[in-house]
């Protein structure tokens, strides 16, 4: 007889948990209250939970932590991960992936060619997620960003977003998308809309995972929520184009810089306050 699913309920949502193996008592709990974290940072950043039940597999693999996941929408939305049997509370603490895969949930599913704008959104709002409830600082989101933006530059020989499907284009170059767009939102809104408010508004007219829509759709969505159209002009600039975004200079206007190895922040930087809002602490984990 199958067992029932341990259950956890989140801003109304329900998310049910599948073992498909029998876990220790230990791994059972340190396992659900990823899950749960993973789901509170996702729901806060969005407003809401983005889909009203979701049910989680949960496999297992010899070792430590969490080591894979999938989101899928058909025929409803439901997520996959593999957990390590042997795996402690520090190797949660260092799980990326439960969060990540909750992200996908929030966007429609689109054409095989706009993949990098659904892994995009997730590497990017991932860990600023965990930031605004206070489980990442801003020093390591940030930090992380200096050091894996680069991937999604273009090399030699790329075209645009839509043309050129390497790992650092869809997973950099979609997250780098979306720094690119938070940013300039915020320039146009003097900082009072980010892309948050863009994304929150595909969730509102229906653009989970468990729909299909056309690119183009999503995005004139989310202008219309942000009330600027930032995603529609950066995307027209980026789809077919290989565009080079200077970084060094980015990070200088946000007040980002390594110093002697460490990450610091310059808060007289011209965007130091949007560098701010993006990852400011909004919320305290909890149901």
Same mark, same amino acid.
């Given at each position: 007889?199958?067992?029932?699913?341990?259950?956890?309920?989140?801003?109304?949502?329900?998310?049910?948990?599948?073992? =498909?193996?029998?876990?220790?008592?230990?791994?059972?709990?340190?396992?659900?209250?990823?899950?749960?974290?993973?789901?509170?940072?996702?729901?806060?950043?969005?407003?809401?939970?983005?889909?009203?039940?979701?049910?989680?597999?949960?496999?297992?693999?010899?070792?430590?932590?969490?080591?894979?996941?999938?989101?899928?929408?058909?025929?409803?939305? /439901?997520?996959?991960?593999?957990?390590?049997?042997?795996?402690?509370?520090?190797?949660?603490?260092?799980?990326?992936?439960?969060?990540?895969?909750?992200?996908?949930?929030?966007?429609?599913?689109?054409?095989?060619?706009? /993949?990098?704008?659904?892994?995009? $959104? +997730?590497?990017?709002?991932?860990?600023?997620?965990?930031?605004?409830?206070? =489980?990442?600082?801003?020093?390591?989101?940030?930090?992380?960003?200096?050091?894996?933006?680069?991937?999604?530059? #273009?090399?030699?020989?790329?075209?645009?977003?839509?043309?050129?499907?390497?790992?650092?284009?869809?997973?950099?170059?979609?997250? $780098?998308?979306?720094?690119?767009?938070?940013?300039?939102?915020?320039? &146009?809104?003097?900082?009072?809309?980010?892309?948050?408010?863009?994304?929150?508004?595909? $969730?509102? +007219?229906?653009?989970?995972?468990?729909? =299909?829509?056309?690119?183009?759709?999503?995005?004139?969505?989310?202008? &219309?929520?942000?009330?600027?159209?930032?995603?529609?002009?950066?995307?027209?600039?980026?789809?077919?184009?290989?565009?080079? #975004?200077?970084?060094?200079?980015?990070?200088?206007?946000?007040?980002?810089?390594?110093?002697?190895?460490? $990450?610091?922040?310059?808060?007289?930087?011209?965007?130091?306050?949007?560098?701010?809002?993006?990852?400011?602490?909004?919320?305290?984990?909890?149901?």
């Amino acid at each position: 007889m199958a067992q029932a699913p341990d259950q956890l309920q989140i801003r109304g949502a329900r998310i049910d948990v599948r073992f =498909e193996f029998i876990p220790s008592d230990r791994l059972r709990k340190l396992m659900m209250g990823r899950i749960a974290l993973s789901a509170q940072a996702v729901a806060a950043y969005y407003q809401q939970y983005p889909v009203p039940a979701v049910e989680i597999r949960v496999g297992s693999h010899r070792g430590h932590g969490i080591n894979s996941g999938h989101a899928f929408g058909f025929p409803r939305a /439901h997520l996959f991960v593999s957990v390590g049997v042997d795996s402690t509370e520090p190797d949660f603490a260092d799980d990326w992936i439960t969060t990540h895969e909750m992200v996908h949930l929030a966007f429609p599913s689109v054409a095989e060619q706009h /993949h990098w704008i659904e892994e995009g $959104l +997730a590497t990017y709002v991932e860990p600023i997620a965990r930031a605004r409830i206070g =489980e990442l600082s801003p020093q390591k989101v940030w930090g992380d960003m200096v050091d894996g933006m680069p991937n999604g530059l #273009p090399q030699p020989g790329d075209r645009g977003l839509d043309f050129t499907h390497t790992w650092g284009r869809t997973y950099w170059g979609g997250a $780098l998308f979306c720094l690119l767009a938070d940013v300039d939102i915020r320039k &146009r809104t003097d900082n009072r809309r980010g892309l948050e408010d863009a994304l929150r508004g595909i $969730l509102r +007219a229906g653009g989970s995972i468990e729909s =299909e829509w056309p690119l183009s759709r999503a995005l004139a969505t989310a202008d &219309r929520a942000a009330g600027v159209t930032v995603l529609e002009d950066l995307y027209a600039k980026m789809r077919a184009s290989p565009v080079a #975004p200077d970084l060094d200079r980015l990070w200088h206007q946000l007040g980002v810089e390594r110093q002697a190895g460490a $990450l610091a922040f310059d808060d007289f930087a011209p965007l130091a306050a949007i560098r701010t809002a993006i990852t400011q602490r909004r919320a305290e984990p909890g149901p």
